[in-house]
T-cell receptor, first 115, second 119 residues
Framework: AQSVTQPDIHITVSEGASLELRCNYS??????LFWYVQSPGQGLQLLLK??????LVQGIKGFEAEFKRSQSSFNLRKPSVHWSDAAEYFC?????????????FGSGTRLLVRP | GAVVSQHPSWVICKSGTSVKIECRSL??????MFWYRQFPKQSLMLMAT?????????EQGVEKDKFLINHASLTLSTLTVTSAHPEDSSFYIC???????????????FGPGTRLTVT
């Protein structure tokens, strides 16, 4: 069965420090992978996506993610975190379930940024 | 591009009444829209998949008679919570799906969410 695991419920980093949020997936076929960010009381904004090709993908707001098939991972990184990056981050895999194409979400990682 | 709106952004209703939430794709046509529910500090829970012109497909455990979904056009889907009760209070988020490339996967773009409080 398809699943996404985000092992870190909370992560706290200092402003200016680097960030890595972990994501592992389970999916039988070639995965389509996404990272979304959600600010409190808001919907989800797409940060970046991987479909094929270069395994290092660039997204908005200075984020990047690397697809590693051998590790079934799609970790999100940012070299220098800003206070405005504090939010909830969701990793998702796009999966065909029955006749529909759905997103399977991880449980999310809450990022806290220390001034 | 790929903007999805929801209306209202928040609503308070009395127990036993019904409330309708609209989801619109503003700059693209979406053959499929999704409705999610999110509890505080939790991930999104898919409630149903809505295809234009056909009946919605509900996830296991979601009462289709309580959560009525209508997808009348390629840009509009509505969720009606009927006979609402306090336990229906939640954050409801819709998304609209389309294919950027004909050979590529479908991408989902999310609305800003609707906070429903039932008193």
């Amino acid at each position: 069965a398809q699943s996404v695991t985000q092992p870190d419920i909370h992560i706290t980093v200092s402003e200016g420090a680097s960030l890595e949020l972990r994501c592992n997936y389970s999916y039988g076929a070639t995965p389509y992978l996404f990272w979304y960010v959600q600010s409190p009381g808001q919907g989800l904004q797409l940060l970046l996506k991987y479909f094929s090709g270069d395994t290092l993908v660039q997204g908005i707001k200075g984020f990047e993610a690397e697809f590693k098939r051998s590790q079934s991972s799609f970790n999100l990184r940012k070299p220098s975190v800003h206070w405005s990056d504090a939010a909830e981050y969701f990793c998702a895999v796009g999966a065909r379930v029955d006749s529909s194409y759905k997103l399977i979400f991880g449980s999310g990682t809450r990022l806290l940024v220390r001034p | 591009g790929a903007v999805v709106s929801q209306h209202p952004s928040w609503v308070i209703c009395k127990s036993g009444t019904s409330v309708k939430i609209e989801c619109r794709s503003l700059d693209f046509q979406a053959t499929t829209m999704f409705w999610y529910r999110q509890f505080p500090k939790q991930s999104l829970m898919l409630m149903a998949t809505s295809n234009e012109g056909s009946k919605a497909t509900y996830e296991q455990g979601v009462e289709k008679d309580k959560f009525l979904i209508n997808h009348a056009s390629l840009t509009l889907s509505t969720l009606t919570v009927t006979s609402a009760h306090p336990e229906d209070s939640s954050f409801y988020i819709c998304s609209a799906s389309f294919r950027v490339r004909t050979s590529g996967p479908y991408e989902q773009y999310f609305g800003p969410g609707t906070r429903l409080t039932v008193t």
